[in-house]
């Protein structure tokens, strides 16, 4: 006391009165400190009500303005881009998302996926346990350190070697959890996908009839990856902070005093409010360059598909032209991005690591200066090792609460992810259901054709004959090209489909295999096990050279079948091609690209091969001989009709007439016409009438030439 005394003798005037102001002020919070205790809790827990509740409301607004837009849609076209695109935000319906998709990646009290959240939780506790035992002997070191206690600082080092086994042991075990929930996660969310984008044709309707995702590639292998990342390291980044604010800050204030902790946790909170408030919107940002990302990722993809049309055209130019424009606009977002993550991060790291740290050596003070109750010793050893270990303590709380921070910026890509996938869940919900959305053509905003779109038919499966009853054949883009088609189809008569293009032949097909929907009337028609489809360009899967043979079927359903090789071998004898089987060493099993391993003939001939094997009722066959000689296809048609097969046929080839009872025929105005088929006399008026038009091709020529005869 006397060289405190004497201390505060040697100060100026000023100081001294500033000192004694302070003591006074530190005498009067301790005598009232229980008061004051309460009232900063007090008003720390009606603050947190209140924000409770403003959130609550909140969200009830946000919910009721999207309903609003929901019935009120735009009329504009800027105004319909920007209600059709959902903004990114933590809001209801982010969580709402997020939840439906916790219940597919965590579906169950025994699923594999909570055990390993369990066991992530677990080791999230002991590490944090461990690094708060951590802290306390860093404190002890020092202190012995500066007191010059050799023995208890070596025996301090060797607990700190032993202390380290479990530690690094407990890290390694969260980077594997980590690792395999995102595994898990992504296995489930995509074979949850699998199964509804493979499921009753929606992969063939999202491309088709609807037009509100374009790049379902992109969705299903990138997305789904990314959204699973980062989902499994939120929680970490998220669970482990949390846990480590509530731990240290609970052993913080048990040295520097809860009072003094809650306010720098009150200028902690109103600095990140402000750092909040000027966070761009990273989880729009994100999930605009996914989209950007999908769009190049289709465009390339796309010129691939349509490679050998661009290379016919020279239209490499143009092909350059688009996707440079694409990569261009990629990466402009990609930059716009990085600037404001550069000023972003400026601001993150002024406030979090100096600003922060000012107020953490402002709070470790507290035990130096001022007498807290709870505190330890007073001798310079216990003031070292208090500040040491609270010092510690705080860097981890302060680095725990900054991870908080950062780990909105990862909340809000997670939002991004979220919504990409959900709009996906979405949308294949809205086709299973039978709901479409998709530009449709000008017809379609006619009355008459929108009184057609508004209503659905109805498709009854029976064994019998296929028929269709007053049903409009309706385009994907909402053309009506046919508003009523009646006809029937018996088993063995077999139908000839003509017209010109774009008429509804086609479309006829594609009604009939379930791939577009029933505007009206009724369509009677056989399991779809009975009907199989022969395009003009046959679909050659990868895989063996027996299951381009046996495709959709696999070996086992072969096998059930009681089919043999040497069973396939003579139905490829049946169209000349057994000889593929011996080109290749391993035969049956032999793999290839075999669109580009066989010819356009062959490959027509192989679509043959698996209509023989499979044997339907019915056989859909769209100029599926084009490629192939008149030999050939003879041979394939009586083969049909031999196994029994009625077929129904869209083809211009005159030498097919003969093989069908029964010709559709569209006028290409709306019009068609069903009756019996006399292929002899068909054939007797169309050489008829091409004589007739070869002769009146000549007339003009005739009646020129009597013009210069009449005037010479």
Request: net charge positive; with cysteine.
């Amino acid at each position: 006391m006397a060289a405190q005394s004497k201390f505060l003798a040697a100060l100026p005037t000023s100081e001294r009165s500033i000192k004694g102001l302070i003591d006074e002020l530190a005498a009067l919070y301790l005598q009232h400190r229980t008061r004051i205790s309460r009232a900063v809790y007090l008003t720390l827990f009606v603050t947190l009500l209140n924000r409770i509740r403003t959130a609550i409301n909140e969200q009830k607004a946000a919910s009721r303005r999207q309903s609003e837009a929901r019935q009120h849609p735009a009329t504009g076209s800027a105004e319909g881009e920007s209600t059709s695109r959902k903004r990114v935000e933590i809001n209801r319906e982010f969580f709402k998302n997020l939840f439906r998709l916790l219940k597919i990646v965590i579906p169950g009290w025994k699923s594999k996926e909570l055990r390993l959240l369990i066991g992530h939780s677990i080791f999230l506790v002991i590490r944090t346990l461990i690094s708060l035992y951590v802290a306390e002997l860093d404190g002890r070191l020092v202190s012995n350190l500066v007191r010059g206690k050799g023995r208890d600082f070596l025996i301090g080092l060797v607990w700190w070697m032993i202390v380290a086994i479990p530690a690094t042991f407990t890290n390694s075990m969260l980077s594997f959890h980590q690792c395999k929930l995102s595994l898990q996660y992504r296995t489930r969310l995509t074979n949850y996908i699998h199964s509804r984008y493979l499921g009753n044709m929606t992969f063939y309707t999202l491309s088709a009839l609807d037009d509100r995702i374009k790049n379902a590639d992109q969705l299903i292998t990138v997305d789904v990856a990314k959204f699973s990342n980062s989902l499994a390291e939120l929680y970490s980044n998220i669970a482990k902070p949390v846990l480590d604010m509530i731990i240290y800050n609970y052993s913080l204030s048990r040295s520097v005093g809860g009072e003094g902790l809650f306010f720098m946790s009150l200028l902690v909170q109103l600095s990140a409010n402000v750092m909040r408030a000027l966070t761009p919107p990273f989880g729009k940002y994100v999930a605009d360059e996914a989209r950007l990302e999908g769009e190049f990722r289709f465009s390339h993809s796309r010129l691939i598909d349509y490679s050998e049309e661009v290379a016919l055209y020279h239209g490499h130019e143009a092909e350059k032209d688009t996707l440079d424009k694409g990569y261009f606009t990629l990466i402009k977002h990609v930059n716009r991005i990085l600037r404001r993550r550069f000023y972003h991060g400026f601001m993150e790291d002024f406030v979090i690591k100096y600003f922060w740290g000012a107020l953490g050596l402002l709070l470790c003070s507290v035990p130096v200066f001022f007498k807290v109750a709870g505190a330890k010793g007073t001798s310079m050893g216990d003031r070292t090792e208090n500040f040491v270990t609270n010092r510690r303590m705080l860097l981890m709380s302060s680095d725990a609460f900054g991870r908080v921070m950062f780990s909105y910026k990862e909340i809000t890509e997670l939002a991004g992810y979220t919504a990409r996938v959900s709009s996906l869940l979405d949308v294949l919900a809205d086709i299973s259901a039978g709901h479409f959305e998709k530009k449709l053509v000008s017809s379609a905003s006619t009355a008459s054709h929108a009184a057609v779109l508004s209503s659905r038919g109805r498709v009854v499966e029976s064994d019998g004959a296929i028929a269709f009853r007053r049903v409009p054949i309706v385009s994907p883009n909402g053309d009506v090209l046919v508003r009523e088609l009646s006809f029937t189809v018996a088993p063995g008569a077999h139908l000839l489909i003509v017209g010109p293009n774009g008429c509804g032949k086609s479309s006829l097909f594609r009604i009939l295999g379930g791939l577009w929907p029933v505007y009206g009337g009724e369509v009677c028609k056989p399991p779809f096990e009975d009907i199989f489809y022969l395009p003009q360009r046959p679909y050659l899967s990868r895989g063996s050279l027996r299951q381009q043979i046996i495709y959709p079927d696999g070996v086992r359903e072969m096998r059930d079948k009681g089919v043999t090789d040497g069973d396939l071998y003579r139905i490829l004898a049946v169209v000349e091609i057994e000889g593929i089987v011996d080109r290749y060493p391993e035969g049956w099993d032999a793999e290839q690209e075999w669109t580009d391993a066989l010819s356009g003939g062959l490959q027509q001939r192989v679509a043959m091969a698996r209509l023989f094997y499979h044997a339907p009722k019915y056989a859909i066959l769209d100029e599926c001989t084009s490629s192939v000689t008149l030999e050939i296809e003879r041979v394939m048609y009586d083969e049909a009709k031999r196994l029994g097969i009625t077929l129904m046929t869209v083809s211009h080839r005159r030498s097919l007439w003969k093989y069908h009872t029964n010709i559709l025929q569209f006028d290409g105005q709306g019009d068609y016409i069903f009756t019996k088929l006399d292929a002899e006399r068909r054939l007797l008026l169309e050489d008829e009438k091409e004589e007739l038009e070869l002769q009146l091709r000549a007339v003009p020529e005739l009646e020129k030439r009597v013009a210069e005869l009449t005037a010479s």
